[in-house]
């Protein structure tokens, strides 16, 4: 009975068949059921696109390739350095932690040639410096007098916030991997070990440099915490993140800090 059943349903099915109208129905039916799994197939690779983590490159060969990313940059350039560095304060032993104190400094500015400009940013309070050559100034109404580059660079040595120093620090760093993403971004890690910068220094840890390039604009983010650490172990840095930021690249136009008429530059130190 359930035999014929299947037959009868086979048959009538198979009549069905031959409408015209049914068969189009149905061939409709098909197409948007087809329509719809296409689009959620694609809306998930896109989502999944855009953390395309399955892109990333583990490298054979040490930055060769990757050193292009800041050679453009030389000496014209805007630029953002934005430092969060917190200590641990009344630290009595090392077994014991103190409290944490944390730290915010910003440095903003152009360069030009062999000139610069500061803009230093502690605690929402702006101090504008100037930079010829090796000198460093400051401006009191219309005379400039030499400024301490340690009361400018209080926080971290300017050399380690020199873009010099960083390109130093890439190309003796090992390229841990690189990443791809579909809108275009790369981001490279490198890892540089500390005993490479402190001869001295014994341990196995590294300076963790990140590198995000978009629309052709490096961000570079440096974690000196096991640096400045290895330096002076008293500092009791609990971390230190150091983010650089560069744009106008090879685009800021020529400038001049102290004009040529500009008879009131002082050379007494401001300490």
Known sequence: MKEKDKDTKKESFKEKLKDKKYKAKLELIIGFGLIIILFIYTSVSGVSSNYNYNSTTIPTTPNEEETFILDEITNNY???INIS???ID????????????QYNYSYTGKTNE???????????????????????????????????????????????LSLTTIKEYISSATLDH?????NGNTS??????????????????????EINVENDIPTINIDY????????????????????????INEV???????????????????
């Open 78 to 80: 805007s630029y953002e």
């Open 85 to 87: 560095l917190t200590r």
């Open 90 to 101: 009344n630290k009595e032993d090392t077994d014991i932690d103190g409290n944490l104190t």
């Open 114 to 160: 062999n000139n610069t400009i500061i803009n230093k940013i502690v605690d929402n309070t702006t101090t504008t410096y100037y930079q010829i050559d090796n000198e460093y100034y400051t401006q009191t109404n219309s005379a400039y007098t030499l400024a301490d580059i340690d009361n400018i660079y209080d926080l971290i040595e300017q050399k380690y």
């Open 178 to 182: 690189t990443t791809n993403y579909s």
């Open 188 to 209: 490279y890690v490198y890892n540089l070990p500390v005993k490479e910068i402190i001869k001295t220094y014994t341990e196995d840890n590294n300076i963790k440099i």
């Open 225 to 248: 915490t096991n640096l400045l650490n290895a330096i002076d172990n008293s500092l009791n840095v609990n971390e230190c993140q150091v983010t650089f930021k560069y744009t106008d």
């Open 253 to 271: 136009e020529e400038f001049t800090i102290i004009e040529e008429d500009n008879q009131s530059l002082s050379t007494n130190n401001t300490n």
